[in-house]
């Protein structure tokens, strides 16, 4: 539906996750009888979680139990545990600081150089557990760092920024070719964000396996009110499922995987997306209010510490649990903090879908009258 600004503007009207409400349907099932099950090329998860690749959550420790819990955890290869041999104190520091000086900070911090020897160890760290493997760089820094992320033998490599297209332009340096990249690599790659789709379509046709849709920045990013772009989450996904659609006729039944990433909070977040046609979602604040959480009850993402524009805020979020209890539960809270997963078995099974491709089919209602989220 299209809205008229005013006499020479028009737009689209979108909706949030918060505008969006999963409708029961007249057959239910038991939620021990639903999969949650995902599958990414040769790579089978039990859960349709990635964690963001965030310092505040991600380190190869936490990588491992998350992936030991059936979840896949992306390690930021741009972050402190690559340009620190030992980032335990500096992360203590970020804890520590205050509000007003927090982002003057975490830029000084983040001037340390990357170390390449650094991100083949931290790979090696996780893939030692026999966990899957996935690690991220921005596309300004892939063609340099990618052969090492695979000599370390990463299996999924995510390259993950604020908005990331198939047709970059600059008169600087030669853009990253997704497409001729992606074509020459040997592992899986998950490409974002995007929030069109347009810009959805293209990506797909560099070869990715998967396609993040939406923004990332976690819960304290400031990308609308620093850039003033935003596009609400429910109609970016269901824009980007649009375009996986359209893009499977076009190449003859070649699928590519739409990943959710951002403004998700909540157990009830993630239905929703899931249900607006994601096949997963990548969420970072419910995991750095884990005990095991590099952040110590803090939260920021890479836009916090950029060095000319930060669009994002270190942001107290606090402790709840072990990431188990996050992910498996019990929960002990009902403001869905805590198991994520059994709030997701609960709704497919009141909804009476067995696993997460029919649940893409259930019926959504519009619900703009929702008070807003606590």
């Known amino acids: 539906m299209t809205v008229e600004i005013g006499r020479g503007k028009s737009g689209r009207r979108a909706y949030s996750l ?32 990635v964690v963001s690749p965030m310092d505040s959550v991600v380190s190869p420790a ?5 992936g030991r819990l059936g979840g896949l955890a992306v390690l930021d290869l741009e972050g402190l545990w690559t340009r620190y041999e030992d980032p335990e104190p500096v992360l203590a520091e970020v804890a520590s600081l205050d509000d007003d000086n927090a982002n003057k900070r975490l830029q000084e911090i983040y001037t340390e150089p990357i170390k390449e020897d650094l991100i083949g160890r931290r790979i090696s760290e996780i893939r030692a557990a026999g966990v899957t493997t996935a690690a991220r760089l921005s596309p300004q820094r892939t063609v340099r760092y990618y052969k090492t992320v695979l000599d370390a033998g990463v299996d999924i490599f995510v390259i993950r920024g604020t908005t990331v297209s198939a047709e970059h332009v600059s008169g600087q340096a030669e853009p990253l ?22 810009a959805a379509l293209h990506l797909m046709r560099t070869g990715a396996a998967g396609v993040l849709a939406g923004f ?15 596009v609400p989450m429910a109609t970016a ?9 359209d893009y499977l006729d076009e190449s003859g039944g070649r699928y590519v995987h739409v990943i959710a990433d ?14 607006c046609g ?14 095991q959480a590099p952040g110590r009850g803090y939260h920021w993402g890479s ?23 996050i992910l498996c539960g019990p929960s002990s809270v009902a403001d869905g903090s805590l198991n994520l997963v059994g709030a997701l078995r609960r709704t497919m099974a009141i909804s009476g879908y067995s696993d997460l491709k029919e649940f893409q089919r259930v019926e959504v209602v519009v619900t703009p009258s929702a008070p807003p989220r606590r």
């Not at 999963?22 to 939620?31: A, E, F, L, Q």
């Not at 836009?303 to 402790?319: F, N, Q, S, Y």
């Open 216 to 230: 990332g920045g976690g819960s304290g990013h400031t990308t609308a009110a620093v850039l003033g772009v935003a």
């Open 262 to 275: 951002g403004g998700m909070s909540r157990s009830g977040d993630i239905a929703k997306a899931l249900a």
């Open 303 to 325: 836009e916090a510490h950029h060095p000319d524009l930060p669009r994002g805020a270190r942001v107290k979020v606090g402790t709840v649990g072990t990431l188990e209890q």
């Open 278 to 291: 994601a096949d997963a979602v990548m969420v970072g604040s419910p995991f750095a209010r884990a005990a």
């Open 62 to 66: 936490t990588a491992v139990e998350i």
């Open 177 to 198: 070719n997704l497409k001729q990249f992606i074509y020459e690599l040997d592992v899986p790659v998950i490409v974002g964000g995007c929030a069109t789709y347009t």
């Open 18 to 49: 918060n505008e969006i409400g999963i409708v029961p349907s007249r057959r239910t099932r038991d939620p021990e009888e639903v999969s949650t099950a995902w599958q990414i090329d040769a790579y089978r998860f039990d859960l349709p979680l």
């Open 237 to 245: 996904i269901a824009d980007v499922a649009a375009a996986r659609r």
